[in-house]
């Protein structure tokens, strides 16, 4: 009865996840060009959301940094599109700070593969990095939110403060071509869409492949009690910095498909309220349900989306109502929600079977 059940269970779930896929591959059958590049960000967004939902909902540390992770990932991709704008020339803000080189390391970022992994993996290597520093010497809680934060500043204030190379406060911007197509067509943004959707299936069947293995299952007793994994034999600095690592390269990912919707990155993107934002969306969504992150971030951007565009003078304020609705009313998300519908579902069924149980006993 249990297997039943179970498979029942799995079986729903993937009618819904499918249900889900089929609806956004639609959505620009039915949604304009403006609200399609809308959406392909919030799905951008979801990326982080999932990430972020790995490290902190399911193995308990809460960083919020992974701003930077996000603009790194922009600032590769940018970089790279900068590059094929200028047509080999020196990017225009370079040449306004009276640069008359290339630097080094600007140059790798003329190939679209370097520009790709790169995206990735220098998110995935500064986590990897902070992670090694703060988890071997068992710095947790408030005091690793406390150092990412430091990181925040920290590149915000460099990438800020080296103009010639990173555009400064305004950033990388001032490009329009990817492959030879225009970032600003129809049918490019289009097409860029379904990318975006389909690494967003992507990214959350990595996660949930993650979270379902043995891995997984370590990652969740860490959360719930690191010292006992420690004492059975486990080394949980090992698993939370690939988690960590894992998370940051994700955002990465987000970032570099934000860069090519928005056509901008700039340092602001990568400061604390971005951050702090990020992890809302989980919080908003269900802290430890990857459905519950992408629902977060999407509903949540959208709805900010929304209030702006009605309510341009007092759109914070309704922004906050959502919040204390959040916190107060539902503190498992709006996956908890879901979960608490369906036990009470489940609830009077069981009700409903044990009354007719009584009414008409088995002979």
């Known amino acids: 009865m249990l297997l039943r059940t179970l498979s029942s269970r799995r079986l729903w779930l993937l009618a819904i996840y499918a249900a889900l896929a089929v609806v956004l591959f639609c959505a620009p059958l039915v949604l304009s060009d403006f609200r399609l590049n809308l959406l392909a960000k919030f799905l951008a967004y979801a990326i982080v959301a999932l990430g972020l939902d790995l490290i902190w909902g399911y193995t308990g540390i809460l960083s919020l940094g ?3 992770f996000f603009g790194l990932g922009g600032y590769a991709m940018a970089m790279y599109l900068k590059l094929e704008a200028s047509g080999g020339k020196l990017p225009d803000f370079m040449d306004w700070s009276g640069l008359t080189a290339l630097p080094w390391f600007w140059k790798p970022f003329g190939s679209i593969g370097f520009a790709l992994a790169a995206g990735i993996l220098l998110p995935a290597l500064l986590a990897l990095v902070l992670g090694y520093v703060t988890f071997r010497n068992r710095i947790r809680g408030v005091y690793f939110t406390i150092l ?158 929304t209030f702006s565009e009605s309510y341009p003078e007092m759109w914070t304020l309704f922004l906050g109502a959502l919040f204390v609705v959040v916190v107060v009313f539902l503190p498992k998300g709006a996956a908890g929600l879901f979960g608490s519908l369906k036990g009470f579902v489940r609830r009077g069924k069981e009700s409903d079977e044990r009354a007719n149980g009584v009414r008409n006993p088995a002979v």
């Open 148 to 305: 990412t934060q430091a990181l925040v500043i920290i590149t915000v204030t460099l990438f800020v403060g080296q103009q010639a190379y990173t555009g400064g406060t305004n950033g990388v911007t001032g490009y329009s071509k990817l492959f030879g197509y225009s970032l600003a067509s129809p049918d490019t943004k289009r097409w860029l869409y379904f990318v975006t959707v389909a690494v967003l299936i992507g990214a959350f069947l990595l996660c949930r492949f993650i979270v379902k293995s043995r891995f997984g299952k370590v990652l969740r007793a860490i959360r719930d009690g690191e010292n006992r994994v420690r004492f059975i034999g486990y080394n949980p600095a090992i698993y939370q910095m690939v988690a960590f690592a894992i998370s940051a390269g994700l955002a990465g990912v987000a970032g570099m498909l934000f860069v090519l919707h928005v056509g901008i990155i700039s340092p602001s993107m990568m400061g604390i309220v971005p951050s702090i934002e990020m992890v809302l969306w989980v919080a908003i969504g269900g802290r430890g349900t990857l459905g519950g992150a992408v629902l977060g971030a999407v509903l949540l951007n959208s709805a900010k989306s």
């Open 66 to 68: 992974h701003g930077v």
